[in-house]
């Protein structure tokens, strides 16, 4: 073996290893001993400290309350006389309670009935918004179901105009019984060219900017016209009445809702 190794069973390898070591429970130097010293005080303090008045208050309180009334208390004793037993409720049936009253301590300086009066505010304005959004909510319903049969009854209207039109026109009626009763369009293409016959386009034209009424009872004036003219059903899309035509279909009824009902 040279000079120059080390023997592995010398004292120089220890050299140097104080400070990395880091062991649980040793301690090797005089600073992390005094941090240690400090830990252990600091801790016994929190320990030793006495604890403050409500926290002593509410121990004292939940233990009385989960400690049961011993036999021997006077007022357990007369209950007992009067037929009372322990764990079951109050009353000739035992259908009253069975644990004691809650206590509920008032831990603000506010006056009596605040506090519920505050609640009952809170409560009112939550009862209102939810008032509000089911009227939000059944207006916007309302209003769609609205537009839907506005929809559908304009879609009715027109599809009675265009079919009462054409069969006028292969029935050769010049003329419509009522003025709604053909399209918009043709009425004023005739007007116009009536008006074009007798020099008077400034009457057409005040007529072309009035707008169309489109109601129920126009749309059933239509509908019984067709009916009982050429026994014709808007809905079925067929002659029903007439037994001259080669197509027949059992119809339920004049109107969409017999037809839906099916």
């Given at each position: 073996?040279?000079?120059?190794?080390?023997?592995?069973?010398?004292?120089?390898?220890?050299?140097g290893c104080e400070k990395d070591d880091v062991r649980p429970g040793l301690l090797f130097n005089k600073t992390q001993k005094?941090?240690?010293?400090?830990?252990?005080?600091?801790?016994?303090?929190?320990l030793k400290k006495p604890k403050r008045y409500h926290?002593?208050?509410?121990?004292?309180?939940?233990?009385?309350?989960?400690?049961a009334i011993s036999e021997d208390n006077k007022g357990f004793q007369l209950l007992q006389k009067m037929g009372y037993k322990s764990g079951s409720g109050l009353g000739k049936e035992a259908?009253?309670?069975?644990?004691?009253?809650?206590?509920k301590l008032k831990q603000s300086?506010?006056?009596?009935?605040?506090?519920?009066?505050?609640?009952?505010?809170?409560?009112?304005?939550?009862?209102?918004?939810k008032h509000a959004a089911t009227v939000c909510v059944e207006t916007f319903l309302t209003?769609?179901?609205?537009?839907?049969?506005?929809?559908?009854?304009?879609?009715d209207y027109f599809k009675a105009q265009r079919i009462c039109e054409e069969l006028d026109f292969k029935n050769s009626v010049k003329e419509p019984i009522k003025e709604f009763f053909w399209t918009r369009q043709t009425i004023l293409a005739k007007k116009k060219k009536e008006s074009e016959q007798n020099d008077s386009e400034e009457e057409s034209e005040e007529e072309?900017?009035?707008?169309?009424q489109i109601d129920e009872n126009s749309l059933n004036a239509i509908i019984h016209y067709l009916r009982n003219t050429y026994g014709y059903c808007i809905y079925c899309v067929d002659f029903v009445d007439n037994a001259s035509e080669e197509s027949q279909s059992e119809c339920p009824g004049l109107y969409r809702q017999e037809h839906e009902d099916l």
């Open positions: 073996m040279s000079d120059s190794e080390d023997d592995y069973m010398s004292d120089k390898l220890l050299v005094r941090t240690h010293e400090i830990y252990k005080q600091q801790q016994e303090l929190k926290e002593q208050e509410q121990e004292v309180r939940d233990k009385g309350l989960s400690t259908s009253g309670i069975s644990k004691p009253i809650e206590i300086n506010t006056g009596l009935g605040t506090e519920s009066h505050v609640k009952e505010v809170a409560q009112k304005r939550q009862d209102l918004k209003s769609n179901a609205e537009k839907r049969i506005l929809v559908r009854l304009q879609k072309e900017e009035e707008e169309e």
